[in-house]
């Protein structure tokens, strides 16, 4: 099976099917919906696989399409997708996916679940033990919200939708290396401010 997630390739000279697709983007610029719909249909199933590989929500991964679509609708006059349609496509769901999952609530995840994830994650990078002793506390969650931007996304990506190091790093656009060292930072500052948390009575 192909992996959704994998880099798309790369071709270094234009062909026939370019040429296609510049005329119907002409088309949806014109405001023409028959053009929009062939688009719609040529890629929906295939973002919404690619939406769904990492959210793991088929009804959430098709909202995301469905968005990313309806974005470009209304904007379709000055629609002049950089880089190719499906490369910007593809971009579009991403980075839609991303923001949904920034802004899902964790809070409406059971402390169970979470307990259950941090346990395991804590077996395998061995942090101290007050991580796993407060991890059923709304204090970790509040924890996590308050890390640096790309380490809350990777900590997120990683304990409450379980992607793996490989998959984190294809759709933050970094390193496997570099997602390993979020983790560990992450770890490391969830640690000190879970402490402080427990000094002051808070878990």
Avoid at 34 to 44: K, P, R, W
Avoid at 67 to 79: A, D, Y
Avoid at 133 to 147: D, N, Q, Y
């Amino acid at each position: 099976m192909t992996n959704p997630l994998a880099p798309l390739p790369e071709r270094s000279e234009p062909d026939a099917s370019d040429s296609a697709t510049d005329a119907l983007c002409a088309r949806i610029r014109g405001g023409e919906q028959g053009a929009f719909d062939t688009l719609f249909l040529q890629h929906y199933t295939q973002l919404c696989a690619f939406a769904n590989s990492f959210l793991h929500a088929p009804d959430d991964a098709e909202e995301v399409v469905q968005t990313v679509f309806h974005r470009i609708w209304q904007g379709h006059s000055t629609w002049h997708p950089k880089g190719g349609v499906r490369s910007y496509l593809f971009a579009a769901c991403r980075n839609q996916a991303l923001h949904l999952l920034e802004h899902e609530s964790m809070v409406s995840r059971s402390s169970g679940y979470v307990a259950e994830v941090m346990r395991g994650y804590s077996r395998a990078t061995s942090p101290l033990d007050v991580m796993e002793a407060a991890a059923t506390s709304t204090r970790l969650r509040a924890a996590i919200a308050e890390l640096p931007e790309r380490r809350r996304r990777v900590v997120v990506l990683r304990l409450q939708y379980q992607l793996s190091n490989g998959e984190i790093a294809q759709v933050l656009g970094i390193s496997v290396k570099g997602v390993e060292i979020q983790l560990r930072r992450a770890i490391l500052d969830l640690r000190q401010r879970l402490q402080k948390a427990r000094v002051l009575g808070l878990v």
